[in-house]
């Protein structure tokens, strides 16, 4: 199942949930009939076709593992000319049309033995969410930490997941990178992503963690440069990169 | 109707037609690596091109610098859908590296340092349609754009002109880089829309 199929056509997908994430950023849960499953990680091509036939396609990860449904999370971005449809306008019931799944690199595999650092930036969070989705649906054990940078609280997606995950004892560890405001009580000062944010025992180099680091393209290569600059093996750093 | 995506409007896209179907146009610079930026000194770096039957010829950084320079200027698309127009570079076609080997090869293997490959049919790397680049916009390649030197290959979409450069590997038969084995287009035409397997 998943994995590397062609991804061929554009299937027909129906929107069946939109929930809220933040204030302005949703999930979208769609129902697509011949969907193939997928591996944490990966995304989908998602089109959309205007009344006079013009069609455009973005890219979206897949937020949910296989056997939690086809589930997108959006930002919608300013003068955006896709985003902002399907977070705020795209009805519940309608369809969209999708083709995936796609890419076959920045995936985590539930068998796969080794530790995990995840490194999130802003809505760069949503495969990494897969990969947390489904190592707690596979009952694995492997060591996963989440780093999560954000401006401000108020920009935290996956609340009740993180929290449910990061509270249970064999759950994932989960540190936040509040950029602009900390919440109260956070001992950390506000600031961007630093190496000691990245250093936690357990996901040290030579724990020889496999590292996902995912955002806009800014953030992904700072991370992953203060990953090589601890002595990470720059072979086990994948990165994804929003744009 | 379409059916599809009812009240979904076209926003701001432009009917320029140097933009392939899919493509639009970005103020931005288009990034798709699989991993880190590597650091490459340009003392230690070398250029190799391999023939089909192993035989190897290399350039040193000031061999490289040597050959005959010239100037594209052109327009890029990466499949991740984003294109620029205009875009300036500086470099050696790789016409005047393959004047050395011996030909015959269909196929060519495009070889990075941190191991990154991409697989290019011979035609579209030859006949002046491809370049070794160092210089973007008038200024030496910067490490996350592939310094200190890449490949340019503009008329295929960007994640085969691969960043950090190393050498051409010749081939008799077409063999799968990285991208490709994970389920991208093995030539990768962006006005055929070949972004991945099947297309
Ligand atoms: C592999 C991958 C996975 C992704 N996963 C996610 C995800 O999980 N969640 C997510 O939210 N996003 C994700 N993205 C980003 C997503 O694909 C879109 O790029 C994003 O949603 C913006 O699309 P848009 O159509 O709303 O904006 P666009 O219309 O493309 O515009 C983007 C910005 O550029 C400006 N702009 C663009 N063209 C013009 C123009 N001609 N004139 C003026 N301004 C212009 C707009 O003002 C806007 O601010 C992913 C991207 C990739 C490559």
Known sequence: ???????????????????????????????????PGHLAGQHVDVRLTADDGYQAVRSYSLSAPAGEGVAISV??????????????????????????????????RPESPDPVLLVAGGSGVAPLMAMLRARERSGAATPFRLVYSLREPGQRWFRDDLDRYAGRDGGADVHYVYTRVSPDGVVRPAGRLAAADLSAPGWLPQDRPLCFVCGPTGFVEHAANLLVGLGHDAGRIRTERFG | MSGFSPGFKRFHRSDDPRLPPGQFVADGFPVLSAGP????????????????????????????????????????????RWSKFGTSWRGVPVDAFLAHVPNGAGYAMVESYGGYTTNVPLDDLANGRAWIVHEYDGAPLAPEHGGPARMLIPHLYFWKSAKWVRGIRLMERDEQGFWESLGYHDRGDPWREQRTWGD
């Open chain 2, 37 to 80: 930026t590597p650091r490459i000194e340009r003392d230690t770096w070398t250029f190799t091109v391999t023939d089909a039957s192993g035989g190897e010829r290399r350039w040193t950084w000031a061999e490289y610098q040597a050959l005959a320079q010239e100037s594209p200027t052109v327009d890029i698309h990466c499949v991740t």
């Open chain 1, 1 to 35: 199942m998943g994995g590397l199929t062609v991804p061929g056509a554009w299937l027909r997908a129906r929107l069946t949930t939109r929930t809220a994430e933040t204030a302005t950023a949703r999930t979208l849960v769609f129902s697509v009939p011949d969907w």
């Open chain 1, 75 to 108: 930002q919608p971005v300013p003068d955006g000319e896709v985003s902002p449809y399907l977070a705020q306008e795209l009805p519940v019931g309608a369809d969209v049309q999708l083709r995936g799944p796609l890419g076959g690199w920045f995936v985590w």
